[in-house]
């Protein structure tokens, strides 16, 4: 980021609803849009063009959806974090967005109240989750050691690249967020409208 002024590239097939999230974006002095995309394929070129900092990227579009740009944007090692926006709150099916290297996501339902932190965590090296997509992402992970306890392989860079300092977690209770993050091997930061907390 150049003089903490963080840039957002914003990626969805409905303008009306980038016209939105560009609205609640400019409240915020230290966050700057320099591109829209329509589709996951504008987004991936535009990424690469633009280097923003953080990809808005919505997760259901034409051509190619925001997970498919994710995985291009990875391959193609874009140092951009991705902030997955998407209507669904199933959390377990979003597991794989993270695995394929997405910085977190957000429920658009949500975006008025908790877009600009999000991007502003995501943007530092944070991970920005609901709580139940924390659990699931937790099951995953013990469910992976289960199936690899004897596996002495080093981790893989792309991997390691991965791996946040710490997850953020949208508003819970503490000792949920406690428990959950012990489960992924992490710390976590419980982030509230008004303030942030460390726990774990």
Known sequence: MDNDVITVLLADDHAVVRYGLKAVLQTAPDITVIGEATNGREAVDAAMRLKPDVVVMDLSMDIMDGAAATRELQRLTSPARILILTMHAEDEHLVRLLEA????????????RELVDAVRMVARGDQYLRLGAVRALAASRLSSRSHDIAATAMPTHSAMRRAPARLVIAPAPARDITEAARRCGTSATAHGSSRSRRVG
């Open 101 to 112: 290297g997405a910085s977190g996501y957000l429920v658009k339902n949500a975006a008025d």
